[in-house]
């Protein structure tokens, strides 16, 4: 597709749960970010993949919390044992390389229950 | 540590007149902006960009102003429609890094 492509668009699980949120960037683009919004929060960053170098994990709130790129491509993104303060919503983002623009996808809306 | 704030969490404007939408940032290394437009239930959505090698950058409606000795980002947006209602994030970054992004403004454009 033309986009940033992220599924599932909507998730709703069990506290104690692992979770996994896949995401697609645009063909081409070398950068991939991971974002969440929690509700009435900004843009909080989790972790940034680059190319081949070693990813930016800065962002990631604790150990549960874990990013993976296959191949330069798609991402996964697993959030294991949930709790409910991880409910949220996961937007990935890619770029074509340093210093561009980043674009989003629609987002994953994650409720932990 | 916030690195990208906007201070004014709700702006309200008139159909037609201008609406300015603010950003200050910390990072004296930051060295490129970036506006986004997020409707609810969807994803942000790219506005407009600017290099700390301009202090202004415009399309269309929307002109992004820079002053690097202050710190200081804005976003006009002129005339305001009502389609322009949305909550607006300003992001910064250092070439190569990730990006910072504010705390988001929520215009809303009266008709």
């Known amino acids: 597709g033309a986009g940033v492509s992220q599924s599932p668009s909507n998730k709703v699980t069990e506290k104690g749960k692992d979770v996994e949120l896949r995401c697609d960037p645009i063909?081409?683009?070398?950068?991939l970010y991971w974002y969440r919004q929690s509700l009435g929060q900004g843009l909080e960053f989790l972790i940034y993949?680059?190319?081949?170098?070693?990813?930016?994990k800065s962002g990631l709130p604790s150990d549960r919390f874990s990013a993976e790129r296959t191949g330069g491509s798609v991402s996964t993104l697993t959030i294991q044992r949930t709790q409910q303060e991880d409910s949220a919503v996961y937007l990935c983002?890619?770029?074509?390389?340093?210093?561009?623009?980043?674009?989003f996808g629609e987002g994953s809306w994650l409720t932990v229950v | 540590d916030q690195q990208v704030k906007q201070n004014s969490p709700s702006l309200s404007v008139q159909e037609g007149r201008i609406s300015i939408l603010n950003c200050d940032y910390t990072?004296?290394?930051?060295?490129?902006f970036l506006w986004y437009k997020k409707y609810p239930a969807e994803g942000p959505t790219f506005l407009i960009s600017?290099?700390?090698?301009?202090d202004k950058n415009e399309d269309g409606r929307f002109t992004v102003f820079l002053n690097k000795s202050a710190k200081h980002l804005s976003l006009h947006i002129v005339p305001s429609q009502p389609g322009d209602s949305a909550v607006y994030f300003c992001?910064?970054?250092?070439?190569?890094?990730?990006?910072?992004f504010g705390t988001g403004t929520s215009l809303t454009v009266i008709p």
């Open positions: 983002a890619s770029s074509p390389g340093r210093g561009n623009t980043i674009y």
């Open positions: 063909s081409g683009h070398t950068a």
């Open positions: 993949f680059q190319g081949n170098s070693a990813p930016d």
């Open positions: 990072n004296s290394m930051f060295d490129y």
């Open positions: 600017i290099s700390s090698i301009k």
């Open positions: 992001a910064a970054s250092r070439t190569g890094n990730q990006f910072y």
